[in-house]
Structures are given as C-alpha cells and as structure tokens.
C-alpha cells in the first residue's frame, strides 16, 4: 500500500507543480500587462500633451500672423497717404510758383516780404 500512497503523494505532488507554475506564469503576464498598460498610458499622456503645446503654438503662429498682417496692411495705408501728400505737396508748390510769377510779372515781387 505504501506505494500506493506515494504514487498518490506524487500524483498531487505533481498536480501542485503544475498549479504553481501554471499561477506563477499568469502572475508574471499579469504584471507585464500591468506595465505595458501603464507604459501605454504614459505615452498616449505624452502624446496629448505634446498635442495640446502643437495647438497652443499653432494659435501663436496664427496670432502673431494676424498681427504682421494687420501691421503690413496699416504700413501700406500710410504710404499710400505719404504719396497723396507727396502728390499735394507738388501741387501745392506749382501753386504758389505760379502765383509768385503773376505777381511778379504785375511788380508786386516784395509784397510778401513787407507784410512779415
């Protein structure tokens, strides 16, 4: 009998063997999926992250745009301005050589001078 209970012993001692390595092994995947999904989670925080500073520069990109657009736009608007004024200007001085001429021809060349 007493190889009868030894084969008994062996036969669980060997049915607890396979149930320990059988847990040891679905412990170790456990962990390891354990730490891919924390693995994952830190790079899909990396990757939100690094998107939302790719939003944030873009708004920056796009503002600081405008503004150069809005500068360009108020830069072409006063040369625009220089120009008419420029163009003014010239008008104005034929103006007044014309009419230093009329009084110069009529001999009236010092009334200018005498009245300041």
Do not use: C, H, P
């Amino acid at each position: 009998m007493e190889t009868g209970a030894q084969e008994l012993i062996g036969g669980y001692g060997s049915l607890i063997a396979v149930i320990g390595l059988v847990l040891s092994s679905a412990w170790t995947t456990y962990k390891n999926n354990k730490l891919d999904r924390s693995a994952n989670s830190a790079v899909q925080e990396g990757w939100t992250r690094l998107s939302s500073l790719l939003e944030k520069a873009e708004a920056r990109a796009r503002l600081a745009e405008e503004r150069a657009d809005m500068f360009a736009k108020e830069r072409n608007d006063l040369v625009l301005e220089l120009g008419e004024l420029r163009g003014e200007v010239a008008r104005l001085r034929g103006q007044v050589e014309l009419l230093t001429r009329e009084l110069a021809q009529r001999g009236l060349t010092n009334v200018a001078n005498q009245q300041g």
